[in-house]
């Protein structure tokens, strides 16, 4: 391989880590060898059937370009739109349904070590599903509500129960064009029986049943795993921890979870912090023992407990590569399967806990909820027993940055009135006054096809700077993370006047970590909380809001952002349009999407582009809604209310509780 080989991340521990084993291969190698396949690029292939695969090229092939059965372009590329989503569908979705299997073993006392560790949380969702709470006892309203919202993913007919959190207007749009969803498993069959060959061969109507599909995801299957998670392992709460792939240490065991379930590893959470565990690892040589969480998983146990996270999609085989980790401990999702080559080369155990993810050459153990502790202890002491195995080699990085975590959405709320007069009116009295341009949820994977990590850093700092507010989630968090933008004074620092000024007055950095991918449904309840609030749309659409997810990868990513743009957010992606061949597809995610939701699904590989793109939708909506013209730099010179080091001193004396 070539010494001078392009390290394409923009994160520094990486590029340092991969610079210094230019020998060994990783995901930048092979997305330089393997050149995407220019008509599947485009959207312009269908593989439906065996009398294809039809490439669909040719001048003029929007019009005239058919395949064998007859399907045109803006079939073909408007089914594979729709094949994404309903694929992206699944995995989130069958997250939110093992979570409600969980939920439901706790219930029943067949997960002795878990428990329902958030009770206000739990009678929040219950009311939701009227589901009576008061004078019950905890583990039968949690049996109701995990058998309420199991039932949900296969519902036949009717709609799913967490639509009606969404404003009534935004529901309307939903039942004017036939998009209220049923159970996400009705949805995901009709997305994939609508799609084969001979059946609906009509682009509009395809790309709706596509956002009915993603809305049974975000309203449901996510919206599910977000709620359970919250009610079994605590709803998040602002808490420091540290990122990059320089905490991993010479000295501890070093153990990865990594995935998107958090079940096991908040087992092993626990574990680690076991005395007879660590005393253990000093009879092996090590200081102690260190655990960092990779991409969602990641996620999930910093918000909760502050465990430092080593990073998104494309630091997996750079954290193997630091020769440190011990075991490196997988459960589902954006596991490339590569890791375990990469593994082979140094002393790493990869084990595979789900049974949905099995990869030759990694430890497989079985995840079973009722033997939780049991198996996190089997892991633990794997790596305890792995470490004397380290050899010399590797690259250990030392760089990490601070970061601050857990903005839950009732967190946020309650920032804004206390427990008691919780709102979102601070938040939006300060966008229909332009001390806030909009809000900005920067979301999604980092991409080895791109400068890895480098477009999430590019516009979190310019939006910000451009008093844009940012939500961030899923490897975006950790992009942001990893380059040091997660603590309120880097942000605020950066942050332009207006912005900077609210967030001191709240309390809040201008860079919000608000968890994993699953959590972007946070986002929706807290465009719906807006709504509600009044001042600014009364429906999530015409919101000063935008979705950005510009180093996108996986289906998930367009599952997600179908259900924001059918919810009434515009979302830019970044890189070319995966169905550019067809014109009328493009048109329908951008315009008519827009004009049925106010939402739009578009694509743009130019970064200035994609922040120029956000501003302008953010600045529209406002002009629509009548809102003051958002003018820079015109504030910033009042009086702070409450400033961050204020704030921090109410914290330290005692973390509140979120009020209902
Ligand atoms: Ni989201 Fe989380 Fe990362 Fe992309 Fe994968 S980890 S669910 S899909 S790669 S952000």
């Known amino acids: 391989m070539a010494k001078d080989k392009k390290i394409r991340t923009a994160q520094p521990s990486a590029a340092q880590i991969m610079e210094s084993m230019p020998d060994q291969e990783t995901c930048f190698d092979r997305a330089d060898k393997m050149k995407p396949c220019p008509i599947g690029h485009e959207g312009a292939c269908c593989k439906h059937c065996y009398m294809g695969p039809c490439r669909l090229v040719g001048k003029d092939a929007e019009t005239t370009a058919k395949g064998v059965c007859g399907a045109t372009l803006p079939v073909v590329a408007a089914r594979y739109m729709a094949r994404m989503c309903a694929g992206g569908t699944a995995a989130h979705g069958d997250h939110g349904r093992d979570m409600a ?11 002795k070590d878990f428990q329902v560790k958030d009770v206000r949380k739990l009678y929040r969702v219950a009311g939701d599903l009227n589901i009576e709470f008061e004078g019950r006892q905890v583990n039968d309203v949690a049996r109701d509500v995990a058998t309420k919202l199991i039932e949900d993913f296969s519902r036949q007919r009717g709609e799913v129960n967490l639509l009606s959190r969404a404003p009534k207007k935004t529901q309307e749009r939903w039942k004017k064009y036939g998009i209220v969803p049923r159970g996400m498993d009705r949805e995901v069959v009709e997305v994939m029986d609508r799609t084969t060959m001979g059946m609906d061969a009509d682009a509009d109507s395809i790309l709706s049943a596509a956002l009915r599909c993603s809305l049974a995801n975000g309203w449901g299957g996510s919206m599910i795993s977000t709620d359970i998670t919250d009610i079994l392992f605590g709803t998040p709460m602002p808490i420091k921890a540290e990122a990059s792939l320089g905490i991993f240490t010479e000295e501890d065991v070093n153990i990865v979870v990594h995935g998107h379930e958090p079940s096991l590893a908040e087992m092993i959470v626990d574990v680690v912090q076991e005395p007879e565990m660590i005393a253990y690892a000093k ?15 990641a996620n999930e146990v910093l918000m909760r407990h502050g465990i430092p996270t080593a990073g998104g999609f494309t630091n997996q085989e750079p954290a193997i590569m630091t020769g440190l980790i011990d075991a490196f401990t997988v459960d589902v999702q954006c596991i490339i399967p590569a890791i375990v080559e990469v593994a082979k080369q140094f002393h790493t155990i990869v084990f595979t806990t789900s049974d949905k993810v099995r990869i030759p050459g990694a430890t497989h153990i079985s995840f079973d909820e009722s033997k939780a502790k049991e198996q996190a202890r089997q892991i633990v002491k794997a790596a305890i027993d792995n470490f004397p195995n380290r050899t010399k080699k590797g690259s250990h990085v030392t760089e990490k940055f601070p970061v601050i975590a857990g903005f839950s959405h009732e967190y946020i709320e309650y920032m804004q009135g206390g427990r008691w007069r919780a709102s979102f009116r601070p938040l939006n009295d300060a966008i229909a006054a332009g001390r806030v341009r909009g809000v900005v949820g920067l979301a999604g994977c980092d991409n080895p096809r791109w400068p890895s990590t480098g477009i999430h850093k590019y516009l979190a700092t310019e939006l910000i700077k451009n008093d844009v507010l940012i939500v961030s989630t899923g490897c975006s968090s950790a992009a942001c993370g990893g380059a040091g ?48 609030e009044g001042g600014l749309s009364d429906e999530i659409g015409g919101m000063p809001a935008v979705g950005i997810a510009p180093e996108w990868i996986t289906e998930k990513a367009i599952a997600i ?4 743009a059918a919810s009434g957010v515009p979302c830019i992606f970044g890189g070319e349009s995966p169905v550019k061949a067809s014109k009328e597809v493009v048109r329908i995610m951008t315009d008519v999407w827009f004009e049925r939701f106010k939402g739009a699904l578009v694509f743009e590989p130019d970064p200035e ?8 939708y953010i600045d529209k909506a406002r002009a629509n809604l009548k809102l003051k013209k958002y003018e820079p730099g015109k504030f910033g010179t009042e009086k702070v209310l409450m400033d961050m080091a204020a704030r921090r001193e109410i914290e330290k004396a005692g973390r509140p509780h979120i009020g209902l």
């Not at 299997?101 to 997960?111: D, I, K, Q, R």
């Not at 009879?283 to 260190?290: E, F, H, M, W, Y």
């Not at 582009?609 to 302008?616: F, G, T, V």
Request: glycine share 12%; proline share 5%.
């Open 101 to 111: 299997f969980t939920l439901l073993a706790v219930a029943e006392g067949h997960a």
């Open 283 to 297: 009879t092996k040589g090590a200081r102690g023992i260190n655990l960092g969480g990779m991409c969602c998983t």
């Open 485 to 532: 933008y997660l603590t309120p004074e880097m942000a605020l620092e950066n942050a332009g006047p207006g912005l900077r000024e609210v967030c001191e007055a709240i309390g809040i950095p201008p860079i919000l970590h608000l968890g994993a991918c699953v959590d972007n449904s946070r986002i929706l309840t807290i465009a719906s909380a807006m709504a509600k």
């Open 561 to 564: 952002g179908m259900y924001f």
């Open 609 to 616: 582009k994609i922040l120029a793109m956000a501003l302008d």
